[in-house]
């Protein structure tokens, strides 16, 4: 920024009198000097002052620039990216920072004895101090010190260390409704078909991790992308794992983004539903044929399933119907609603969550037929 400062008079002077250490408390009424400093920055201030026998106030018209008074950048909350009162990313960064790192040292760890992700995330300001005390919570088990050594869960057991409990309501409540479903519609051939049944409830419980795994709320510790990554990479890097999940300190979700996680999200589980039920098609046909080749009495009993419609329609229904659900159970039922109302009773939290995924799956499971015959594969 440049000053210009202008004094009238008409006596004049090497150098200005107001920067002189032997200034006369009544200069002439008028007398001018101009003085330029060194620029700051590209902007162009004016700074006018006028002395005379009435003593007018000094003028200091700042118009615009950079933030040092009404219109700048950074301290006085006019628009700029590192505005202390308007742009708090950074403040609540520098605060995350500082409170994580004094998380550590009550703990007597450093940045340094973290994992990469971890300590990089410390540093950026990403994480709050909670989720250090997490970490080194779940650090003491051994089964959890294992898992975390893998990204995806480190990111899910951070965000919720209730995470793999409910892996384990929803796969054992979905190997439940799935034999009881297979049951219902063999009867007497169950036990006979056990082979059948065995291919399908491997297919679902793949189905039924994959559901809790994508849409489940996460602490991002995902390095930034390159700096040649294209427009849709960079937007959907930025997207959260759930639509609805609660942002961290010093994170924020714009809508377009909450919404561009529904479309991630759906776009995953219709390449894991279509490829599930490609392999459950696939192999109940080859048990089928094989069936047949060894007990010509069986050959007419059961038809081959159209593999490329039933696998299309079951990815489209996992896709959209199973996305929302999921997405509106972990990032509202349970995080926003039971969490807060039951966190500090664990055992009702779990107890509440898998009343509540067991009542989502049988509707996921009413849902499914009346969509099935709606597309005619059923």
Known sequence: MAFAATFT???????????????NPHPPS????????????????????????????LILP??????????????????????????????????????AIMALGQLGRSVESLPNDL?????????????????????????????????????????????????????????????????SRRGEKFFKEMDFVIADVAMAIIADFML?????????????????????????????????????????????????????????????????????TAATNALIKARQAVDKSSAGETEDLPILSTSVAYGVYMAISSNLRYQILAGVIEQRILEPLLHNRKLLLGASSFAVRTGNTYLGSLLWVDYARWVGIQ
């Open 9 to 23: 008079s008409s006596t004049p002077s090497s150098s200005p009198s107001f920067l002189s250490p032997k200034i």
């Open 30 to 57: 008028h007398h001018s000097t101009f003085l330029t400093l060194p620029h700051l920055s590209t902007t162009t201030t004016s700074l006018t002052c006028r002395h005379n026998s009435r003593r007018n106030p």
């Open 62 to 99: 700042f118009a615009g620039g950079d933030g040092f008074n009404g219109g700048g950048d950074r301290f006085s909350g006019g628009g700029g990216g590192d505005d202390e009162s308007g742009g708090g990313e950074d403040s609540s960064g520098d605060k995350n920072r500082k409170e």
């Open 119 to 183: 300590a990089a995330a410390i540093n950026d300001g990403r994480i709050p101090a909670a989720i250090v005390t997490r970490y080194a919570e779940l650090e003491k088990s051994a089964l959890f010190r294992w898992l975390m050594k893998f990204g995806g869960f480190k990111e899910r057991l951070l965000a919720d260390d209730l995470f793999l409990a409910k892996v384990g309501f929803e796969c054992g409540v979905g190997i439940l409704a799935k034999t009881a479903a297979e049951y």
């Open 212 to 280: 809790v795994y994508l849409p489940a709320p996460t602490v991002s510790l995902r390095p930034a992308l390159a700096v040649n990554a294209g427009a849709i990479a960079r937007f959907f890097h930025n997207c959260p794992d759930n639509a609805f999940q609660v942002a961290l300190a010093g994170t924020s979700y714009s809508f377009v983004q909450r919404m561009g996680a529904i479309v991630r999200n759906g776009a995953k589980l219709f390449v894991v539903g279509t490829s599930a039920s490609l392999v459950g």
